[in-house]
C-alpha cells in the first residue's frame, strides 16, 4: 500500500472515531490512487486522490476532504447533475457541503470554497443562482466587447 493511500486509510479510521457518520461512509468507498485526479473525487463507489495532493494537507485537511467527498455520496450529486454543466454543478454542490464539514467541526484546505453565503439551499438551487450569475456576465461581457 502507497504512502498516500495509508494517510487517506488513516483519515478514514480517524473519522470513525472522531466523526463516526462520516467515517462509516467513508469506509464504503473503494480507494483509488490517481494522479491523474487534481484533488479528490468520487463516484458514489470509489474514491480517487492524486497522492501529491494528499501528501501536501494536514491530518485534520484530509479528513475534512474525505467527509467532503463523503457528503458528495450521501447527497447523491452524482446522480442528481442530470443534464447540467459538469464545473458549474461541482461548484454549487460544494458549495452546499462546505458548510457542513465545517460546521461537524471540521477543517477544509486553503481555496475551499466558501458556502456560508449558501448555507443550509440544495445544491439545485445554488446551481441556478450560479448559472443566472454566470449568465449575467457573460451579457455583460458581449455587451461591453461590443462597445469597443
Known sequence: MSSATLLVSDARRA???????????????????????????????????NPEFVAKLSRYEL?????????????????????????????ACDYAIN??????G???PRGALDGSPYKGKSAEEIYAHLLQQHDQSQSTESQNNGQG
Open 15 to 49: 473519522l470513525i472515531l472522531d466523526q463516526p457518520f462520516f467515517g462509516v461512509l467513508a469506509l464504503k468507498l473503494s480507494l483509488f490512487e490517481d494522479p491523474a485526479t487534481k484533488t479528490m473525487k468520487t463516484n458514489g463507489k470509489g474514491l480517487w486522490f
Open 63 to 91: 479528513m475534512g476532504v474525505v467527509a467532503h467527498e463523503v457528503l458528495h455520496c450521501a447527497n447523491g450529486h452524482s446522480w442528481r447533475r442530470e443534464g447540467r454543466d459538469p464545473k458549474l454543478w461541482n461548484h
Open 99 to 104: 458548510p457542513i464539514v465545517l460546521d461537524a
Open 106 to 108: 471540521m477543517v477544509l
